[in-house]
């Protein structure tokens, strides 16, 4: 299992360097800090965001992540 984290976390990595600009200089990256969290979702919550990843390369977590980031980013832009 931590091998398969090992290897999501580089991978993640890998999609974070490569949407930062096309064609730049390749960079060995690093797999960024994490910490565990527990949250509780509200069941209907958790329903469809199984369906919504349902037959695709992507795990809960790293759609909650790519969520989170974009609502991140949106409140930024507001705030600028």
């Excluded at 974070?16 to 994490?34: R, S, V």
């Excluded at 919550?45 to 909650?64: D, H, L, Q, Y």
Aim: charged residues 30%.
């Amino acid at each position: 299992m931590h091998i398969l984290i090992e290897i999501w976390r580089t991978l993640m990595a890998i999609q974070m360097y490569c949407e930062g600009g096309l064609m730049a200089k390749f960079k060995i990256p690093t797999t960024p800090m994490t910490t565990n969290k527990t949250i509780r979702f509200p069941n209907d919550v958790v329903e469809k965001v199984e369906e919504a990843i349902r037959g695709k390369e992507c795990t809960f977590s790293a759609f909650v992540i790519a969520a989170v980031r974009m609502a991140l980013e949106e409140l930024e832009k507001e705030d600028e």
